[in-house]
């Protein structure tokens, strides 16, 4: 009786894989033979959580919903450089969620305050 793995490309889904040798550490590396796949080499076990695919993509996502840094790296189980580093790359692409109101930022406001309630209201409390 054989037994096999499947080993499966981690962007495409696709299954024709190539061994590529080993990695530094000893774990075997794979390569996807798909023309039109961006992955080029993968690994089926990281040595380092930050590597495995999906966790940047974790990490952009904590961040947009207000997650901090450490937060976000106690969370991910990655360090908090990693999660800063990686912010730091995708910061060019990010839209800021409205920059109307950034724009003027440092400009005096007018700020009027309005009862909640009416005054009968307030007569009870
Ligand atoms: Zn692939």
Avoid: W
Avoid at 81 to 90: A, D, Q
Wanted: glycine share 6%; aromatic share 6%.
């Amino acid at each position: 009786m054989t037994c096999y793995h499947e080993i499966i490309c981690p962007k495409c889904g696709g299954n024709n894989i190539a061994k590529l040798g080993l990695s530094a550490h000893g774990a075997q590396c794979y390569c996807c033979r798909h023309p039109d796949c961006p992955t080029q080499t993968f690994m089926r076990n990281y040595r380092y959580r930050a590597y495995e695919p999906g966790i940047k993509a974790q990490v952009v996502e904590m961040a947009i919903n207000s997650s901090g840094t450490r937060d976000t790296a106690r969370v991910l189980k990655i360090n908090k450089n990693t999660v800063i580093s990686t912010l730091k790359k995708i910061a060019s692409t990010l839209v800021q969620v409205n920059p109307l109101y950034l724009k003027d930022a440092g400009k005096p406001r007018e700020v009027r305050l309005e009862p909640a309630c009416q005054k009968a209201e307030l007569n009870e409390q």
